[in-house]
T-cell receptor, first 114, second 109 residues
Framework: DSGVTQTPKHLITATGQRVTLRCSPR?????VYWYQQSLDQGLQFLIQ???????AKGNILERFSAQQFPDLHSELNLSSLELGDSALYFC?????????????FGSGTRLTVV | GQNIDQPTEMTATEGAIVQINCTYQ??????LFWYQQHAGEAPTFLSY????GLEEKGRFSSFLSRSKGYSYLLLKELQMKDSASYLC??????????FGAGTILRVKS
């Protein structure tokens, strides 16, 4: 257990629908990052939050949005889903008092759009 | 922008040594990371370099040359369980990690 919790683990939904992915960062970590990993691609950075505020944006589609709440958990909202949105979505956290420099990843949410 | 290159696939024999190279061009540099990722699982942290030189950690070592924009991950005494994707990632501006596409390592007996 990495300490980063993502729910749900699996999600199957139809095109045009909307889903919400949830992430609880490791205790003490203030930063949350969202990444998308498609079958034949590497980890694509979507968005970063730090202590509730958006810090950086990557290749995130307008149909996607995210937020970080006061308790530091984060949600990634995906709407008007398309087949191409099928992917593994990872959340990672960093910046805690343990002093680690890298990211700690959650186990991911596998989204399948049918 | 940022560009990170690593070989797509490599094959090595159990018990051997393999070196996975990574070259990068980034705006800002605050460290280079190597992660291991088994299929369908989360990436797990392997190593971190911010200064030039070699960092050794058991069977795994990582090297960095900032002037050349180059790093490698060295895996010794390969085991079947080392079959995985190895991701090179550079931390640039804003503490953001940018990942390479990953190198799939296949270990054969």
């Amino acid at each position: 257990d990495s300490g980063v919790t993502q729910t749900p683990k699996h999600l199957i939904t139809a095109t045009g629908q909307r889903v919400t992915l949830r992430c609880s960062p490791r205790s003490g970590d203030l930063s949350v990052y969202w990444y998308q990993q498609s079958l034949d691609q590497g980890l694509q950075f979507l968005i970063q939050y730090y202590n509730g505020e958006e810090r950086a944006k990557g290749n995130i589609l307008e149909r996607f949005s995210a937020q970080q709440f006061p308790d530091l958990h984060s949600e990634l909202n995906l709407s008007s889903l398309e087949l191409g949105d099928s992917a593994l979505y990872f959340c990672a956290s960093s910046g805690g008092r343990t002093g680690t420099f890298g990211y700690t990843f959650g186990s991911g949410t596998r989204l399948t759009v049918v | 922008g940022q560009n990170i290159d690593q070989p797509t696939e490599m094959t090595a024999t159990e018990g051997a040594i393999v070196q996975i190279n990574c070259t990068y061009q980034t705006s800002g540099f605050n460290g280079l990371f190597w992660y291991q990722q088994h299929a369908g699982e989360a990436p797990t942290f392997l190593s971190y370099n911010v200064l030039d030189g070699l960092e050794e950690k058991g069977r795994f070592s990582s090297f960095l040359s900032r002037s050349k924009g180059y790093s490698y991950l060295l895996l010794k005494e390969l085991q079947m369980k080392d079959s995985a994707s190895y991701l090179c990632a550079v931390r640039g501006e804003g503490n953001k990690l940018v990942f390479g596409a990953g190198t799939i390592l296949r270990v054969k007996s």
